[in-house]
């Protein structure tokens, strides 16, 4: 299963999916806002949230379980 798992997602991988345009004209604000609704970046940031959590969670436990 260790092996079958990266054979599958790099089997399905696709190309990135970003939007056109530049970005550097871009104030702070429309900056933030660009940052906050696109699609794309919210998914990045929910893979970012995922991956903070589980390793919250590991830590929580290897950490409980050092204490007993």
Known sequence: MRRLLPALMALTATPAL???GHHETLTLAEQARHLLTEPDHILAFAGLVVLAVAG???WR???AKARK
């Open 56 to 58: 919250a969670w590991q």
């Open 61 to 63: 436990r290897a950490r």
């Open 18 to 20: 970003a939007h056109e």
